[in-house]
């Protein structure tokens, strides 16, 4: 039971040193200090906290993680101001330039010949404005991780075991790997005029973080049950819940709404490129062989109902 409780307060623990590092990117990148009011949205986990540990002992939920659910809450905000501003001062920030850092770090020699202090610390200065857009990165990439190893560390709910844990955590690293992808890429693929695009790109981005308190693609509603496998219910949705949830995931949730956003990208902004249209084609690819497979689904379904009747007969 104490390590229970450890690893529930450790989790929610990185997860609000995370959001509270995104606040102060926040006031550092928007220089007005109101911006800690975001810090109220650490409260609902705060209290989250103290009612999983006094009610259920640090255990978190089956089908639905609100420890996740909250600290997406506690983060988010805080991103999409930081990508807006981005956004809007892009030829101030600029996109981050690894030949700057070579040239900070390796001509060591040039600058002694030159024998300029100055040089360098300009080139030093130089880089830090031109990598501001790293912060952001770096939040997305740790945010997408942390989410991975907090949901790893969080003590296992009544009803999940932990090969059903292990697949969830499978599932989510490939997630993860796709919302950054297409979150950088995407955006940067935005033209400067075009500010709708950007809140179509983070609204899509903030509707695919939902997968990640959601645990219906693997732990069905019927999977906790102990029924027999020969026993089988009156409709497709009792029967194969856990496949039919993922298929929903994907269509709807992931590969979907990626894919509409990618052609919205190319065809009303006329942005094309191979990686670009390379993604576009993965999604479709997903989301037709999804629709495949719910059309098998329904067909192997139609033939185990009629199938009894026939043997009856015979």
Same mark, same amino acid.
């Given at each position: ?198 809140? %179509? *790109? /983070?609204? !899509?981005?903030?509707?695919?973080? =939902? ?5 219906? &693609? +693997?732990?069905? $509603? ?64 997903? %989301? *037709? /062989?999804? !629709?495949?497979?719910?059309?098998? =689904? ?5 033939? &185990? +109902?009629?199938? $009894? ?6």
């Amino acid at each position: 039971v104490f390590s229970h409780f450890l690893s529930a307060i450790i989790t929610r623990a990185l997860f609000i040193l995370l959001s509270l590092v995104a606040v102060w990117r926040v006031i550092w990148v928007k220089k007005h200090p109101y911006y800690w009011l975001l810090t109220l949205l650490f409260l609902p986990l705060v209290v989250e906290m103290i009612i999983t540990l006094r009610k259920r002992k640090g255990l978190d939920y089956k089908w639905f993680s609100p420890t996740i659910f909250l600290f997406l809450i506690s983060i988010i905000p805080s991103i999409w101001i930081l990508e807006l501003h981005h956004q809007q001062n892009r030829e101030q920030d600029g996109k981050c330039n690894y030949e700057s850092l070579e040239q900070v770090w390796l001509p060591k020699n040039e600058s002694s010949e030159n024998g300029t202090i100055g040089n360098s610390l300009k080139e030093v200065k130089l880089y830090r404005v031109i990598c501001k857009d790293s912060w952001i990165l770096a939040l997305h990439q740790i945010l997408l991780i942390l989410l991975i190893i907090g949901k790893w560390l969080l003590p296992l709910g009544g009803g999940i075991t932990r090969d059903q844990l292990s697949q969830l955590l499978l599932i989510f690293v490939g997630t993860a790997a796709d919302i950054l992808e297409f979150n950088s890429e995407t955006l940067g693929d935005v033209k400067e005029n075009s500010r709708e695009l950007v809140y %179509v *790109i /983070l609204g !899509v981005w903030t509707w695919s973080m =939902l997968q990640f308190p959601c645990h219906l &693609s +693997v732990v069905g $509603p019927m999977s906790g049950e102990a029924a027999d496998e020969s026993v089988q219910g009156d409709s497709l949705w009792s029967n194969r819940s856990t496949d039919l949830w993922s298929i929903v995931e994907t269509l709807f949730i992931h590969d979907g709404p990626f894919l509409v956003v990618r052609l919205i990208v190319m065809i009303h902004f006329g942005t094309f490129h191979q990686m670009l249209v390379f993604f576009a084609f993965k999604n479709f690819l997903v %989301v *037709i /062989l999804n !629709v495949y497979r719910l059309y098998i =689904l329904y067909h192997d379904f139609k033939s &185990s +109902v009629h199938s $009894p009747v026939g043997d009856s007969a015979d």
